[in-house]
């Protein structure tokens, strides 16, 4: 089944100029990037993007590093796009994800771990429409 999912560079990856080399592992993992823009995010939008997360003892912690440099959101499109997205970032501790898996290759500790994706087809479609209106997305 082809569907979408909503991806998002974090601002540790974009300062250590690997945008590339992430969308490179995206690409060859099957999934194609259908939209992409770079942006810096507000305090306000970090908040309200992890609001699930409210509780956690590391939200502040997560939203202050997730607008301390520009993140770059996305939307990818594949078969299973949710799940092989997740395949391919690997763990979202970058100590335990596989070899060769985004997390492993560029993160740097389990905030600071590159990359988000979303978790079910569901959380995608919310996430998508935070981010984009449906003329910024062509299809495949
Ligand atoms: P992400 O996919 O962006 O969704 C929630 C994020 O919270 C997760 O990736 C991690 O980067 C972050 N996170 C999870 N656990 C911790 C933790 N123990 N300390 C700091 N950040 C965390």
Not at 79 to 89: D, F
Request: hydrophobic share 35%; proline share 4%; glycine share 8%.
């Amino acid at each position: 089944m082809t569907e979408r999912t909503f991806s998002m560079i974090k601002p540790n990856a974009t300062k250590k100029n690997v945008t590339g080399g992430i969308n490179a592992l995206l690409e060859q993992g099957g999934l194609k990037i259908v939209a992409q823009k770079r942006m810096q995010l507000t305090r306000e939008q970090a908040e309200k993007f992890y609001e699930v997360h409210k509780e956690r003892p590391f939200y502040d912690e997560l939203c202050e590093f997730m607008c301390s440099g520009p993140i770059v959101a996305q939307v990818l499109e594949g078969e299973n796009a949710v799940m092989r997205n997740r395949e391919i970032m690997g763990d979202t501790n970058p100590e335990k994800a596989d070899a060769g898996t985004i997390r492993k290759e560029f993160g740097d500790s389990i905030g600071e771990n590159s990359i988000h994706g979303s978790d079910s087809a569901e959380n995608a479609a919310k996430e998508i429409a935070f981010f984009f209106s449906e003329m910024e997305i062509l299809p495949a």
